[in-house]
């Protein structure tokens, strides 16, 4: 039986571990973000063809809180410059985002967007 859903439970946890690494408070809850943090989630995943395994889409939201727009740059380029010591983005670069978190539900936060793809094997048990 494929253990899929461990093999990508593992890979999102690997990755928070790295950008812990390079200095980014990460959390896969949003409701535990850090801010300023980033929050990694685990958006898609999509079976490769011939069976050789699986693409992992994980969207990676780097946050600061909202001090106005250069205050709120200077964080997110600091997080960004971090972020892209640790993952390769597989689209452009979203840099006008804003989320809102449960532990923030008033307030969007501005936010920078990753959109990371990587591959993991489903083993069979």
Known sequence: ?????????????????????AGIPTDLDPGAVPVPGAWLSIRQVTPLTLGEGWEVRFHL????????ALE????LSGLLDKALTVVEPDEPINTSTAITLPHTPTQPLPAV???VDQLVDAEED
Do not use: F, K, S
């Not at 039986?1 to 690494?21: I, S, T, Y």
């Not at 939201?61 to 106005?68: E, S, T």
């Not at 709120?72 to 964080?75: F, I, K, P, T, V």
């Open 113 to 115: 967007l990753i959109v």
């Open 1 to 21: 039986m494929p253990r899929l859903g461990r093999a990508v439970r593992d890979l999102a946890v690997a990755l928070r571990a790295e950008l812990a690494g």
């Open 72 to 75: 709120a740059w200077d964080g």
């Open 61 to 68: 939201y780097l946050v600061v809180p909202d001090a106005g």
